[in-house]
């Protein structure tokens, strides 16, 4: 048997993971993961099947499930050196969505952690917090209540408030979940801007007929790291067959999805 | 005759403080507890913790009656409220710990867990206490109205200790309403951007426990979690933004404890605790009915309107279909497909008409030019809508808005475009 094959981690990395493994309730759902983000800019799509661990594999990198080994760096510094400059978009789902804010004070609360203990929101905030909201074209919609916006426009409220966080790295959890196309093609615009200003964003994606498309990377996950790359090398059927196994829709739609990348 | 009368008039000198040092002292002691319950029960309900707290609220009983005996053995000649409310404390604490310690545990979850420890430190409760009660039975006189409350026994010493928690209690929340608020909000995120969220939890966690002791003596600790809950229950129904439901449950609370102890030393032999909370229910009840936009009233009103303006849509659209016009003994026939009743009909008309949308001269009813070409709008709107969900199906149905007067409104116009292409695509042979 050969020795296990441990990559060089790069410090200049804006995400290495190394060897993490994450288990709940003694059984692990995520097994010695290594991984590092390119150190340039890049949006990168996490893709693998239902239970494979790709939301695990953010909250453990966010701090929000414990790792029961291994090590999480951002540019060589540990999570709490760096927490004002990483942003988060949670699942739609994971809020109460009756809670009495207006979807403006939702994307204050990006901000929170700047203004602090106890200062009040103050104008230059709301003013930043709505120039987010204008990016994702909810300007209009500023003072409603978040249960009367549509499943799109919470999503992109969420957007909103992590680009009021103005971080450098980004992790989103399915944030293309049950929006349309239309609002689709509308956060996949701002995503593809704010890659421009220089930041890397690490999205947990379901659809991979859209992966090709709207991704520079891809990391296939099944409770270990089958390949990651960018999405012109690994984007292929083979990496598709060891990540999704003998699922045969998935497997149809994988070859369907490949076909459409080699036309390209 | 004399009764009322003279009732309504201690009620009213109760109510404005007229009515001696006692009455006040009561008044001030509930009505601060009222509002601090109020306000950071708001926190402990957004957090969803709201049966916690009742389950605090029971679990202070066998600290209670534990302190009781404690202060006994150090000379105390009867219940005193400190070691009272310190043992209240510890036992209450011990109680959330335990059920945060057994939802940890995959078999049980929380509202089993809430109703265990709730129920088997309430009964450790009330075994120690009728053993007390037997066996030194001369010093026990007041301690059962830790059950139920019993605020008109307060001391001056009493109240300013309750009226200062209180305070601190409030101007913490206010203080702290954003972090409090992000963490009841979506603590995952709090915790992404690096505020201490176990802390805050605990924080807030204390404050509910703090107001559940202090509020004991008053209203006792089966109903202490009602004042937490029934405000903000009430506030929630008048505003959506955390600092004005925050305010309102303050003084939804306040209002509650200041008129519940003013009735309760009005009327005699009724226990304060109890009367707080049925004037907290009654605030919380006229809040459903008469709150603006989420009140009963306010919805039924709605929902009567939106129907009517759909009851017109359609009339407008059958009008179309019949060439325009149509005789008064026809309408019937025109909309037998509604099944509407003559009645309904005739309402329908004369609102159409008012409007001016249709026109009836001898018997015979006809579109306005305004009524035909809001007719024609709504027709082409149904046929967008059919044609965008037949195409789109896949797509978000919750788009689909048939009331709307164009439906460019919601969608855009390119799609507009392309919908209206393949509708006269499918027209054609």
């Known amino acids: ?264 | 005759m004399d009764g009322p009368v003279t009732f309504w008039l201690d009620f009213w000198n109760i109510l404005t403080l007229r009515s001696g040092y006692n009455a006040t002292l009561v008044i001030l002691g509930t009505s601060s507890l009222g509002m601090a319950s109020g306000v950071v029960g708001t926190f402990a309900v957004l957090r969803r913790r709201a049966l916690m707290a009742d389950a605090l609220g029971h679990a202070t009983l066998p600290g209670v009656v534990g302190g009781f005996l404690l202060s006994l053995i150090f000379g105390a000649t009867g219940p005193e409220i400190l070691p009272l409310l310190i043992g209240g404390a510890c036992s209450g604490l011990l109680g959330i710990w335990l059920v945060q310690f057994l939802v940890r545990h995959p078999r049980i979850r929380e509202d089993a867990a809430i109703g265990l420890v709730l129920s088997t430190f309430f009964g450790l409760g009330i075994v120690l206490l009728s053993v007390v009660q037997t066996t030194v039975s001369t010093q026990t006189a007041g301690l059962d109205s830790y059950i139920y409350g019993q605020a008109s026994t307060m001391t001056k010493l009493d109240v300013l200790t309750l009226a200062s928690l209180s305070l601190l209690v409030v101007l913490t929340s206010i203080l702290l309403r954003n972090p409090f608020g992000q963490v009841c909000f979506d603590a995952d995120f709090a915790a992404t951007t690096g505020w201490p969220v176990d802390r805050i939890d605990l924080l807030m966690m204390g404050l509910v426990a703090g107001v559940c002791v202090i509020g004991i003596p008053a209203v006792g600790l089966m109903l202490v979690v009602a004042l937490l809950i029934v405000p903000c229950a009430a506030a929630r129904l008048w505003s959506t933004r955390l600092i004005d439901v925050l305010m309102i449950s303050g003084l939804f609370g306040g209002i509650s404890g200041w008129f519940g102890a003013a009735l309760s030393s009005s009327l005699p032999n009724l226990p304060t605790g109890p009367i707080i909370v049925l004037v907290a229910g009654f605030i919380f009840g006229f809040s459903l009915i008469f709150a603006p936009r989420r009140g009963i009233l306010s919805s039924q009103w709605d929902s009567y309107c939106r129907n009517q303006r759909i009851a017109e849509d359609h009339a407008l659209e059958h009008f179309i279909d019949h060439d325009d016009s149509v005789a008064n003994d026809g309408l019937s026939a025109l909309f037998s497909v509604r099944g509407w009743s003559v009645r309904k009909i005739n309402r329908l008309m004369r609102r159409l008409r008012a409007k001016d949308f249709v026109q009836c001269s001898s018997s015979v009813w006809s579109l306005t030019p305004s009524g035909r070409s809001r007719g024609l709008t709504i027709q082409r709107n149904h046929r967008l809508w059919t044609q965008y969900l037949t195409s789109h199906a896949d797509i978000a149905a919750n788009h689909v808005d048939w009331s709307v007067d164009q439906v460019e409104h919601v969608l855009s116009d390119d799609l507009v475009a392309q919908l209206e292409d393949q509708l006269r695509l499918g027209s054609e042979p």
């Open chain 1, 1 to 264: 048997m050969s020795p296990i094959h441990r990559p060089e981690h790069s410090t200049n990395s804006p995400l290495s993971i190394h060897a993490m493994t994450v288990a709940y309730d003694r059984k692990p759902v995520l097994w010695d993961v290594d991984y590092d983000a390119p150190e340039e800019p890049r949006l990168i799509a996490i893709v693998g099947p239902n239970g494979a661990g790709k939301s695990t594999l953010i909250k453990a990198c966010l701090g929000l499930v414990p790792r029961a080994s291994g090590l999480v760096a951002f540019r060589g510094k540990p999570l709490d050196d760096v927490r004002s400059t990483i942003g988060y978009v949670p699942q739609r789902e994971s809020v109460d969505w009756e809670f009495p804010v207006t979807a403006l004070d939702v994307v204050c609360m990006g901000r929170y952690r700047k203004i602090g203990w106890f200062r009040p929101v103050r104008q230059k905030d709301r003013n930043a917090a709505l120039v987010c909201l204008d990016r994702v074209g909810l300007a209009d919609l500023a003072d409603r209540q978040i249960r009367q916006l549509s499943g799109g426009q919470q999503q992109r409220v969420f957007l909103a408030r992590a680009l009021a966080q103005e971080a450098d790295l980004y992790f989103m959890d399915e944030p293309f979940a049950g929006v349309d196309a239309a609002t689709e093609q509308a956060i996949l615009g701002v995503l593809r801007e704010m890659k421009n200003e220089g930041r890397t964003i690490i999205v947990v994606h379901h659809d991979l007929q859209t992966v090709p498309s709207s991704f520079d990377e891809v990391i296939f996950l099944n409770m270990r790291v089958v390949d990651s790359g960018p999405v012109a090398e690994v984007f292929h059927e083979d990496n598709l067959r060891k990540t999704y196994g003998g699922r045969l829709t998935m497997l149809a739609e994988a070859a369907e999805a490949v076909a459409r990348s080699e036309r390209r």
